[in-house]
């Protein structure tokens, strides 16, 4: 029985250091719900850069925050001619540093309703409290809530968001 306890342990120890050592890339991959967003980071030539160190925070749009953009922009966006643009819409989903939800709702209280976040193409996002939902809204008025948090990864933080922020 103590040489099963023990198997336990080690196995148990062994699957937490593998989860601890997805990256944000990985976690995404890992979902069903982000096979969009997977694809637009490949096409943007982003892998590399957010399975660096970091830390960075990603506020990841799910497949159906994609199929809400009007019909055929995805698939224009994914051509290697719009590299650059689609890569300025993914960046503007990213901040620098671990961001995690108390962080968030610790700004949005701090400036007295909304914290204003920089990301990583310089462009900002807002962030407010809409009910009991953090609600993320762009540079062109187009909003997303966040519905779910704390996707931590190796080298940083992911959220889950419902829509696609446009910069």
Request: positive net charge; hydrophobic residues 50%.
């Amino acid at each position: 029985m103590k040489k099963t306890s023990i198997l336990f342990a080690f196995l148990m120890s062994s699957l937490f250091a593998i989860a601890q050592q997805k990256d944000i890339v990985d976690i995404a991959i890992a979902s069903k719900d982000h096979t969009t967003l997977v694809a637009a980071v490949k096409a943007a030539d982003l892998v590399g850069t957010l399975k660096g160190a970091g830390p960075f925070t990603v506020f990841a749009p799910t497949n159906a925050a994609f199929d809400k953009l009007p019909a055929g922009t995805v698939a224009s966006l994914l051509k290697p001619e719009a590299k650059a643009t689609l890569s300025g819409i993914l960046t503007y989903h990213v901040v620098a540093g671990n961001v995690d939800a108390a962080a968030v709702l610790k700004a949005i209280k701090a400036g007295k309703g909304k914290a204003v976040f920089t990301t990583v193409n310089g462009a900002t996002l807002t962030a407010t409290l809409k009910g009991k939902n953090v609600v993320l809204t762009d540079a062109k008025g187009g909003q997303a809530i966040v519905i779910a948090t704390d996707l931590v990864g190796s080298n940083g933080m992911v959220h889950v968001i419902d829509a696609v922020l446009i910069p």
